[in-house]
């Protein structure tokens, strides 16, 4: 095998060649980027249900989303929105990629999908019509709408992909853990093509009132939703929940050339990790998150040197934000403040389990563009988070090398090394 087909450690590289995006920004990919630089916020008031009686009144909801426009309508009744999020910007994945829907060598194509919940919300729903009409009401399709591990289902059926099929579930690090594990798919030669991503679609009155009682939601900015997530800012109180889904389409190196395909990225390496602390706080040592990094780095066959972008983390909680902090610091020395690092959740808020595949759609346009996004409202610095997190303003840069940090419930952490593609290997 030529040797440029090959990574730093002797493997297959693993390249992005389509991405789709459904977002509080925008829907699609191009919308979202555009938005997310502008500085428009996609966070408002709860449209979703009535937010009155609660402490938090405002999400990142999706703007605008028809499922029919994307699917069939008979289809799209029996998925839930986490399903229908998914298929859509899956669908955009493969017109990006210059794909045909039904993949060629559907043998040697997968799929590995994540969410933090799924489709549970229409668990409520037909719950609340069993109660009400008894169990003859109840949807026949209630139980698949609501399984985890239907947006990969729904993705494979759509593009025909008939090799491994998986679904991460691991809270707020799933979406960027997906992507890792369907590069290591490719890397041991398994499949020359995935379909990676995460979702979450759960603007509901349970996840609020959830998480409110968790007192992790922002409460005091209902009345300047575009001001609530702020991370790293002194003043900020809390998360913003909000929905969404990312799918990147990964190919081995070679395959895609020799497809003649459009290269926009490489997956360098990946790593998880387990804080074994806390079911929500982090470890205050931040020992899990400092793992994370370095087996990512390591993986890769680099080092903290070659890291010139961080896209954090960065929920706007005190905790998360602060022990973020302190890991970069940990790991990079001295370094760490040389670093640019930004937290796109300030554009539109936490989407959970897609948060770590759209951030990671974000990093790779900021890799290939050559430009940084902002992390908007931070306003008031906070002695305990003294980096440099590209304050109110995208900034241009030539980087090549960047971390994707996720952070999730649990103690589960994610990390992937994306890269500029080309890195003087090719």
């Excluded at 990919?29 to 996609?42: D, F, M």
Aim: aromatic share 6%; with cysteine.
């Amino acid at each position: 095998m030529n040797e440029k087909l090959l990574d730093a450690r002797g493997r297959p590289r693993v390249v992005i060649t389509g991405m789709g995006m459904i977002s509080p920004l925008g829907l699609s990919v191009e919308e979202s980027w555009a938005n997310l630089l502008a500085g428009v916020s996609g966070i408002g008031p709860i449209t979703q249900f009535d937010a009155g009686d609660f402490a938090t009144r405002i999400a990142g909801e999706v703007k605008g989303f028809v499922a029919r426009d994307h699917m069939d309508f008979k289809e799209a009744r029996r998925m839930s929105r986490a399903s229908q999020l998914t298929v859509a910007a899956a669908r955009m994945a493969l017109a990006d990629a210059g794909l045909p829907e039904q993949v060629p060598d559907a043998e040697r194509a997968g799929v590995h999908i994540g969410t933090a919940v799924g489709g549970i919300e229409r668990a409520f729903e037909e719950m609340d019509t069993f109660r009400a009409r008894g169990a003859r009401a109840v949807n026949p399709f209630a139980m698949t709408m609501f399984l985890a591990n239907m947006p990969s289902h729904h993705v494979s059926l759509l593009t025909g992909a008939t090799g491994p099929i998986g679904t991460t579930v691991a809270a707020c690090a799933t979406g960027t853990q997906t992507i890792g594990e369907a590069a290591e798919t490719i890397r041991r030669g398994a499949a020359d093509m995935m379909f990676a991503g995460g979702v979450e679609g759960l603007i509901h009155e349970a996840a609020i009132a959830g998480f409110g009682a968790m007192r992790a939601l922002s409460t005091h900015y209902n009345d300047a939703p575009e001001r609530a997530s702020r991370p790293f800012d002194k003043d900020r109180d809390g998360f913003i929940l909000a929905e969404g889904a990312g799918v990147v389409v990964l190919e081995r190196l070679e395959t895609a050339l020799a497809r003649g395909a459009r290269i926009l990225g490489e997956v360098l390496g990946h790593a998880s990790s387990s804080d074994a602390y806390h079911v929500a706080a982090p470890d205050p040592e931040a020992k899990g998150a400092i793992r994370a990094m370095q087996w990512a780095l390591d993986d890769a066959g680099l080092t903290t040197a070659d890291v010139s972008y961080i896209n954090a983390h960065g929920t706007s909680t005190p905790i998360n934000d602060a022990t973020e902090t302190l890991a970069i610091k940990r790991l990079f020395g001295e370094r760490a403040y040389e670093l640019p690092i930004s937290s796109t959740k300030s554009s539109m808020g936490h989407a959970m389990g897609g948060a770590g595949t759209i951030e990671s759609i974000f990093t790779t346009l900021a890799l290939s563009h050559g430009i940084i996004p902002a992390t908007w409202n931070y306003e008031t610095p906070d002695p305990e988070c003294d980096l440099d997190y590209v304050p109110n303003a995208p900034r241009p840069a030539a980087i090549r090398v960047a971390l994707k940090n996720s952070f999730g419930l649990g103690g589960q952490n994610a990390c992937l090394v994306l890269g500029k593609y080309g890195n003087g290997r090719n």
